[in-house]
């Protein structure tokens, strides 16, 4: 989707935000006064109230230019958030993207901010995973090109926008990593892919497996043991705080390129969802995209760990004792509960390489996470309230809400294991998703500030009706994390 800012609308679709007022519908622009009465018609004639996702739809007026003109409610005027206007322009695009209009323009925004968050969501809206449907009937192709906010400041509106629109850039190329078939996206392939980014001045670093095993990470390479394809560790370092030799803040992903559940094998119906499960290492990619791309003023390192889950002659056994690059032996009671012998790999690197700050983790962990939370908020677990109250703070006002679960020594105590250090699941229907995070909590050392995101809920959403996501891969966890490193890491 092309965006641009711009003087005066021109466009096949003109849409007119339009805020709910007390003595009625309010029109967020100063409008012709013959337009007007034409379209206060057009809202008498149905139950528009200017309530945010409401629209009015007129087809080739007379008395306009543009072949639709339309109204968009973005609801009371005192309340709109960044949000809000997001998914105002948002809605407008989703009616519009396969309608046969090529252009909209919008009208009404009250400032340079708002214009530009009116583009990011009109972006965020336009995007869609069409590389495999090469022979879509005409009325299912997307039509619509290009957006333009209509804006008296549009260089403002432009460099307010530059920020949001490399965020834009990593949600599209989490949703596009999520969205990949597993066989076109391994580890293997994966981490080529990641080291294209090296273009924007990230740093990247690839392990491979023999690389893992000297240093002992027993735990993620065990996952990936049953897999043609080789398990691979990157890590991907923006060093762009003032000073380059201070604590970075760490985000860690789960990159399971594709999950059978090894030996303890999935059913098979709806197996092909996990193919997104990597997308916490999806978010992390995406995010530190972001943040090269805005060339942020933060010490921030990526770190995932990219495995493929496979039943085969050489895969791990339920009943195996692996050994984890932190010292701690595990039984593994079934290979289904993979991404927590993967992250905790992981975290070990990270503390020993780094000495992060803080660190943040997001995978797609657990089912149970989905029974406590559905698909609206992502589980949030960690041993710092500063931490929580951070993460919170950006998912709220991203969209991308977060829930707290809690922690505590009578869930830990379900991961003893009579013959190894700790066992990798806990008792079966009991806490799944906190048992998980104790596990991960075992890998961190003592006093260093850490969060675990479950997003096995949020990641892909079948059936979204969010008007700002696609129908599947959200890209869930860019935008949540960029904001947190924007809002509380920058110089
Ligand atoms: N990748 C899954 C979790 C998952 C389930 C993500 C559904 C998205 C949707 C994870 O590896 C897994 O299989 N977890 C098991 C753990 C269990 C064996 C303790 C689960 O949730 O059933
Ligand atoms: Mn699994
Ligand atoms: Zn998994």
Redesign the pocket.
């Known amino acids: 989707m092309q965006i641009k800012f711009s003087a005066e609308p021109a466009g096949d679709a003109v849409a007119y935000l339009a805020y709910e007022g007390d003595k009625g519908v309010e029109f967020a622009a100063d409008l012709d006064k013959s337009a007007e009465a034409a379209m206060r018609r057009a809202i008498a004639a149905g139950s528009f109230k200017g309530g945010a996702g409401q629209v009015v739809e007129i087809l080739a007026p007379e008395w306009s230019d543009a072949s639709r003109v339309m109204i968009v409610g973005v609801g009371k005027k005192t309340a709109v958030s960044e949000l809000g206007w997001q998914k105002a322009a948002a809605t407008l695009v989703k009616r519009l993207l396969t309608s046969g209009a090529k252009s909209l323009s919008i009208v009404g925004a009250p400032d340079r901010g708002v214009a530009a968050n009116l583009a990011f969501g009109a972006r965020l809206a336009g995007y869609r995973f069409d590389q495999y449907r090469l022979n879509l009937k005409t009325d299912k192709k997307p039509t619509l090109a290009s957006v333009s906010v209509v804006t008296d400041s549009a260089a403002g509106a432009r460099s307010d926008y530059a920020p949001l629109s490399a965020k834009a850039e990593g949600v599209e190329l989490a949703r596009n990593l999520v969205s990949e078939p597993p066989n076109v996206l391994h580890p293997e392939s994966y981490a080529e892919r990641i080291e294209e980014l090296s273009e924007l001045g990230l740093e990247i670093e690839v392990l491979d497996v023999a690389a893992m095993t000297k240093l002992g990470m027993g735990s993620l390479v065990g996952v990936g043991q049953g897999s043609v394809r080789g398990s691979r560790l990157v890590v991907l370092k923006w060093m762009g705080g003032k000073d380059k030799k201070a604590a970075p803040v760490a985000l860690i992903g789960k990159g399971?390129t594709f999950?059978t559940?090894g030996i303890s094998l999935k059913p098979g119906p709806g197996m092909q969802?996990?193919k997104g499960?990597m997308g916490g290492s999806a978010a992390v990619v995406g995010a530190m995209m972001a943040i090269a791309k805005r060339k942020a003023k933060a010490n921030v390192v990526g770190l995932v760990g990219l495995v493929e889950n496979m039943p085969d002659g050489n895969a791990q056994r339920p009943g195996d004792i692996v050994r984890a690059a932190a010292g701690k032996t595990i039984e593994i009671q079934?290979t289904?509960?993979?991404?927590r012998l993967v992250l905790c790999d992981v975290l070990w690197y990270a503390q020993k390489k780094f000495n992060p700050k803080a660190m943040v983790d997001l995978a797609?962990?657990?089912?149970?996470i989905?029974v406590s939370l559905g698909n609206e908020h992502a589980g949030i677990f960690s041993n710092s309230d500063d931490l929580v109250a951070k993460l919170t703070a950006a998912g709220k006002a991203e969209g991308e809400p977060i829930w707290r679960l809690p922690l505590g020594p009578g869930y830990d105590k379900q991961i003893d294991s009579e013959v190894a250090d700790m066992r990798n699941?806990g008792n079966a229907g009991n806490a799944?998703s906190i048992t998980a995070a104790q596990f991960l909590q075992r890998f961190v050392d003592e006093g260093r500030a850490w969060a675990h995101l479950d997003i096995?809920g949020t990641a892909w959403k079948p059936g979204n009706d969010n008007p700002l996501e696609p129908t599947w891969a959200t890209g869930w966890g860019v935008r949540i994390l960029d904001r947190f490193i924007a809002d509380n890491y920058e110089d």
């Not at 289904?336 to 991404?339: I, L, N, R, T, V």
């Not at 797609?364 to 149970?368: F, I, K, N, V, Y």
Request: glycine share 20%; proline share 0%; hydrophobic share 40%.
């Open positions: 399971v999950d559940g969802d996990m499960d079934n289904d509960a993979e991404g797609t962990l657990t089912g149970a989905i699941i799944g096995a």
